[in-house]
């Protein structure tokens, strides 16, 4: 038998070992090589099956009717079915968790408005973290806020409500769904800027709310276009005030309430969303066929139809947005000492 020395041993080994690191390092650079086409493959074949939708609120609401809206459109533009999965709950909570912890493949989108930045803005302890877990993709849409009276409230303009106010801190009612929501928010931001005091009714529900505005039993709500015009329409209420920098020409005879004197603008709005994380290539497919739908004349009709216009933002322009939002959120609602548990 041939024997060999430690020496020898040791050198034989050594070159072996660097023979097979040798080998392993050609065979990953290969398999780098092999798989960089597969991975761009994969994004450019982007989307390759059904996209999830999630909608945190029920059936049939102005979300709801926007999501199926661009889901019809986009379904064609891309090739694969949009699913709508409505998951309504916990002020928009489950919805926007679900979404938040989805795979980040890009294959879930959320549309969702303020109540999420008002989950956040509250401090409330939350599953998810809204700015993080969540990727902005685009605004989707933005109507006007509208003042509504009683149809016999004795106040024929906006000055003649904010006189009467200041007159009688306290006097003047304006109703809301509860205060961690954008209709109590927003008619604290009209008060702020017209210099007024008004007591504040919550409700549970916009119907409740609706009912008792329409006995005359609180003097003023601020809600969406979708809530108000059949409101108004039907001439069960009066529009006073839109809180929009233009009138609506849904509701050419309500002048806004910068005409009247009281600088404030702001409107309803909802964007669409994905799942933190999801590939850029993804994002950047979603984003273009949206634009794409939002210049559509259907789209934009049935939009329309709402009350509100298409809205069309970059990913970063609109991330710029929820941030300045949320800085506003977050101040009004330490000052008026907002606790949500």
């Known amino acids: 038998m041939r024997s060999f020395s430690r020496s020898a041993v040791s050198i034989l080994l050594s070159n072996r070992m660097q023979r097979l690191w040798a080998g392993a390092l050609v065979t990953a650079a290969l398999a780098g090589v092999i798989m960089l086409p597969v991975s761009s493959a994969q994004a450019q074949g982007f989307p390759s099956r059904p996209i999830r939708v999630v909608v945190p609120f029920p059936t049939g609401g ?3 009717i926007l999501a199926r809206v ?3 459109f986009m379904s064609k533009d891309l090739g694969q079915p949009l699913l709508i999965i409505n998951r309504p709950g916990a002020d928009t909570i489950l919805g926007v968790d679900l ?3 989805s795979p980040t493949d890009g294959y879930t989108l959320l549309v969702s408005g303020d109540a999420g930045l008002i989950n956040t803005a509250s401090g409330r302890k939350l599953p998810y973290d809204l700015m993080k877990d969540i990727a902005p993709i685009s605004m989707i849409y933005a109507g006007p806020q509208v003042m509504m009276i009683p149809r016999d409230s004795p106040f024929k303009s906006l000055q003649d409500l904010v006189k009467h106010a200041k007159a009688n801190p306290g006097k003047v009612s304006f109703a809301s769904v509860g205060v961690a929501t954008s209709v109590y928010l927003n008619s604290e931001i009209f008060n702020q800027a017209a210099g007024i005091e008004a007591l504040h009714v919550p409700y549970k529900g916009t119907v409740q709310a609706m009912t008792d ?3 005359g039993r609180v003097d003023y709500m601020i809600g ?3 809530t108000s015009i059949p409101a108004i329409k039907s001439g069960s209420l009066r529009g006073l005030a839109l809180m929009g920098k233009d009138r609506s020409p849904l ?3 309500v002048p806004t309430a910068m005409e009247q004197g009281v600088k404030v603008e702001f409107a309803g709005w909802y964007g669409l969303f994905t799942t ?3 590939p850029a290539e993804a ?4 984003h273009e066929s949206l634009v794409r739908a939002l210049d559509s004349k259907s789209v934009r009709d049935s939009f329309q139809g709402l009350g509100g216009e298409p809205r069309a933002m970059s990913p970063e322009q609109f991330s710029a947005y929820l941030q300045g939002q949320m800085d506003k959120l977050s101040t009004l609602m330490k000052r008026l000492n907002i606790k949500i548990e």
């Open 224 to 226: 969406g276009t979708s």
């Open 251 to 253: 509701l050419p005879d």
């Open 70 to 72: 661009l889901g019809d």
């Open 283 to 286: 994002i950047k497919k979603v």
């Open 276 to 278: 933190a994380g999801a």
């Open 99 to 101: 979404a938040a912890k």
């Open 213 to 215: 505005l329409t006995g």
């Open 62 to 64: 102005p979300s709801d």
